[in-house]
């Protein structure tokens, strides 16, 4: 049973320093991990360097800085956007049929 994705811990980052300092392959590191092996790749890869390796830290603040950040909605930066979608569910549409006229451009001539 999967149980999601799940952004590896820094504890799960420091047990693949320490697989990866007694010679342990990817494989050996997510079976210890419970993770797919090419998880343990991505991170290698992402956050090792050729000349210092991978640092648990350095890689836990890089993972922290590639998290996604807070953007501006689409509905919340175009006020007519809003208003069309206010509109349109005040005449019991559902979602579904909202985004369906969106797609034939239908807003477009609205404005």
Not at 69 to 78: L, N
Request: hydrophobic share 35%; aromatic share 6%; net charge positive.
């Amino acid at each position: 049973m999967l149980a999601g994705r799940r952004a590896l811990s820094f504890s799960d980052r420091a047990d693949i320093a320490v697989g990866i300092q007694a010679g342990k392959t990817d494989r050996q590191i997510g079976a210890d991990l419970g993770r797919n092996h090419s998880i343990i790749w991505r991170e290698r890869h992402r956050n090792s360097t050729k000349t210092r390796g991978y640092w648990p830290v350095s890689a836990d603040c890089a993972a922290e800085r590639r998290r996604c950040r807070p953007q501006a909605r689409k509905i919340e930066t175009d006020p007519v956007l809003a208003a069309r979608v206010r509109a349109d569910l005040a005449r019991s549409r559902t979602p579904r049929q909202i985004v369906r006229s969106f797609a034939f451009g239908s807003h477009r001539r609205q404005r």
